[in-house]
């Protein structure tokens, strides 16, 4: 059984820090490219970051030089650490594979306000 189990958001303020993890588990992590994606309220989701098998890693054009994923095979971790966080970041944010299974976990809420 797939599960996929984000953990990490907040509420934080502009410029700030978060580092978000997912776990997964019921596929054999280390073969497969996973993602990050994110949905924001009112908006479709969307792409963030990737990091494909061999650890090659690609970024929105909106995250680039702010995000960095990363992952841990052996901890079926998968993760994204956010700087100088700004208020149209916020989102839900989830992992999964890329391409996607159709099973999506609960996400995670990112809030940047002051």
């Known amino acids: 059984q797939v599960q996929l189990v984000e953990s990490g958001g907040g509420l934080v303020k502009p410029g700030e820090s978060l580092r978000l993890s997912c776990v997964a588990s019921g596929f054999t992590f280390s073969t497969y490219n996973m993602r990050w994606y994110r949905q924001a309220p009112g908006k479709e989701r969307e792409s963030v970051a990737t990091i494909y098998t061999l650890t090659s890693t690609t970024y929105a054009d909106s995250v680039k030089g702010r995000f960095t994923i990363s992952r841990d095979n052996a901890k079926n971790t998968v993760y994204l650490q956010m700087n100088n966080l700004k208020p149209e970041d916020t989102a839900v944010y989830y992992c999964?594979?890329?391409?996607?299974?159709?099973?999506w976990g609960q996400g995670t809420q990112v809030t940047v306000s002051s």
């Open positions: 999964n594979r890329f391409p996607p299974l159709p099973y």
